[in-house]
């Protein structure tokens, strides 16, 4: 016995500083790939989002095939097929008149669908942590498995469909002429036309429209107000389609019902780290301990 426990000694000796090595390792990897990314995302956004945007796209599909996650397949090629269609639409030029309304509506859809299983997850989550499921004579682990999915399928779907959405925003407001990325848009915009769908408003901002109102920003520019809520939460832009001023959001979600969206939008765009960059961060990290023969 004490032979055996001594070979384990020699076997294992050193492991303590090989271990501290390959924490700081992860820790250096971890800060620089942070700053680079921060410095690659203040300097060239566009090919910063398409990067991420592919790779929120394909990463969990690597490790749904892997793990022969079939459910998971089945939504993500319906949600590819419909939203590549969307897509394909916005970037049409000329723009059709119907498409701006379908690719907010799609995508507004998508981040109410989103938000309500992420909220159902959660409080199946918590549910199961208070042990309220064995009122139901649910095992555990079957309800935090439900939980847990539930809440990955709205964190995840929620963050693909922002990334598309902003995409498709910047294509399609750049099509109609009343917004570019930088300089002067290309078109006067009228009073009576939205900058964001360039379709005509019929209904007055002091008037209560019977499907949706109309909107004032504080620089005096009038939008369809879905289509302005749909620019600033879906799209993620927070300055005026036409003028980019920026758009007080607490003035526009003064009803507190409707601020966990914004909040909702804020977590999403935290999360889009963690999945797209995180597991390339762990595989580079994994890739220099192989390098330098740490195990």
């Given at each position: 016995?004490?032979?055996?426990?001594?070979?384990?000694?020699?076997?294992?000796?050193?492991?303590?500083?090989?271990?501290?090595?390959?924490?700081?390792?992860?820790?250096?990897?971890?800060?620089?790939?942070?700053?680079?990314?921060?410095?690659?995302?203040?300097?060239?956004?566009?090919?910063?989002?398409?990067?991420?945007?592919?790779?929120?796209?394909?990463?969990?599909?690597?490790?749904?095939?892997?793990?022969?996650?079939?459910?998971?397949?089945?939504?993500?090629?319906?949600?590819?097929?419909?939203?590549?269609?969307?897509?394909?639409?916005?970037?049409?030029?000329?723009?059709?008149?119907?498409?701006?309304?379908?690719?907010?509506?799609?995508?507004?859809?998508?981040?109410?669908?989103?938000?309500?299983?992420?909220?159902?997850?959660?409080?199946?989550?918590?549910?199961?942590?208070?042990?309220?499921?064995?009122?139901?004579?649910?095992?555990?682990?079957?309800?935090?498995?439900?939980?847990?999915?539930?809440?990955?399928?709205?964190?995840?779907?929620?963050?693909?469909?922002?990334?598309?959405?902003?995409?498709?925003?910047?294509?399609?407001?750049?099509?109609?002429?009343?917004?570019?990325?930088?300089?002067?848009?290309?078109?006067?915009?009228?009073?009576?036309?939205?900058?964001?769908?360039?379709?005509?408003?019929?209904?007055?901002?002091?008037?209560?429209?019977?499907?949706?109102?109309?909107?004032?920003?504080?620089?005096?520019?009038?939008?369809?107000?879905?289509?302005?809520?749909?620019?600033?939460?879906v799209g993620k832009k927070q300055t005026c389609?036409?003028?980019?001023?920026?758009?007080?959001?607490?003035?526009?979600?003064?009803?507190?019902?409707?601020?966990?969206?914004?909040?909702?939008?804020?977590?999403?765009?935290?999360?889009?780290?963690?999945?797209?960059?995180?597991?390339?961060?762990?595989?580079?990290?994994?890739?220099?301990?192989?390098?330098?023969?740490?195990?």
């Amino acid at each position: 016995m004490r032979v055996e426990h001594a070979r384990m000694h020699a076997k294992h000796r050193g492991h303590e500083a090989m271990h501290a090595e390959m924490v700081l390792i992860l820790i250096a990897t971890l800060v620089v790939a942070q700053l680079l990314l921060v410095q690659w995302k203040q300097r060239h956004p566009r090919s910063y989002n398409m990067v991420t945007l592919f790779q929120m796209w394909v990463v969990p599909l690597y490790f749904t095939v892997k793990l022969h996650w079939w459910r998971f397949l089945v939504i993500w090629i319906l949600f590819s097929a419909v939203t590549a269609f969307v897509t394909f639409r916005a970037t049409r030029k000329p723009l059709v008149q119907t498409t701006p309304r379908l690719v907010y509506k799609w995508f507004l859809l998508i981040y109410k669908i989103s938000y309500a299983t992420g909220i159902v997850g959660y409080m199946a989550v918590m549910f199961t942590l208070f042990g309220l499921n064995l009122l139901f004579k649910i095992k555990p682990e079957d309800a935090m498995d439900f939980g847990i999915s539930l809440l990955f399928y709205g964190l995840y779907y929620g963050v693909l469909e922002r990334d598309f959405a902003e995409m498709c925003a910047d294509y399609m407001a750049s099509t109609i002429g009343f917004y570019s990325e930088s300089g002067m848009p290309t078109k006067h915009l009228s009073d009576s036309v939205c900058a964001v769908c360039g379709q005509q408003i019929f209904v007055d901002v002091s008037e209560e429209g019977i499907i949706e109102n109309t909107y004032r920003l504080s620089c005096n520019h009038v939008f369809h107000e879905f289509c302005i809520r749909g620019w600033c939460i879906v799209g993620k832009k927070q300055t005026c389609p036409y003028c980019k001023e920026k758009v007080d959001l607490k003035r526009m979600f003064s009803n507190p019902w409707e601020r966990p969206h914004v909040m909702y939008g804020q977590l999403l765009d935290w999360l889009r780290y963690l999945v797209a960059w995180q597991p390339v961060i762990i595989g580079l990290v994994q890739g220099i301990n192989y390098v330098l023969g740490l195990e």
